[in-house]
Nanobody, 121 residues
Framework: QVQLQESGPGLVKPSQTLSLTCTVSGGSITANYYYWSWIRQPPGKQRELVATITGGDQTNYADSVKGRFTISRDRIKNTVYLQMNSLKPEDTAVYYC?????????????WGQGTQVTVSS
């Protein structure tokens, strides 16, 4: 079974920094993950696409995090990172990683279990 394991949850104060990590395991030897995303869901609100990175290392960010968050990846390790600087209370949410690509010759999409990030003074 393919699984995405997230790490890095925590409680931080406004203006501080936190990094999240997501690693995929269990894929076939030929698996190729070409589109990585971080999605968050604040309490009582709908999900929001935070950041994406493609196989060509093209990145995109939501306006609410642009200039503060950085997404990066390690293709060999099948790992994606999210560095969150200058955190605000409005960044409080459950953060999910998602990866899309080809696995065993077919399109695949996998989700992490979600990790709680709380920004509070």
């Amino acid at each position: 079974q393919v699984q995405l394991q997230e790490s890095g949850p925590g409680l931080v104060k406004p203006s501080q920094t936190l990094s999240l990590t997501c690693t995929v395991s269990g894929g076939s030897i030929t698996a190729n993950y070409y589109y990585w995303s971080w999605i968050r869901q604040p309490p009582g609100k709908q999900r929001e696409l935070v950041a994406t990175i493609t196989g060509g290392d093209q990145t995109n960010y939501a306006d609410s995090v642009k200039g503060r968050f950085t997404i990066s990846r390690d293709r060999i390790k099948n790992t994606v990172y999210l560095q969150m600087n200058s955190l605000k209370p409005e960044d409080t949410a459950v953060y999910y990683c998602n990866v899309r690509g080809s696995d065993s010759g077919r399109f695949a999409s996998y989700w992490g279990q979600g990790t709680q990030v709380t920004v509070s003074s």
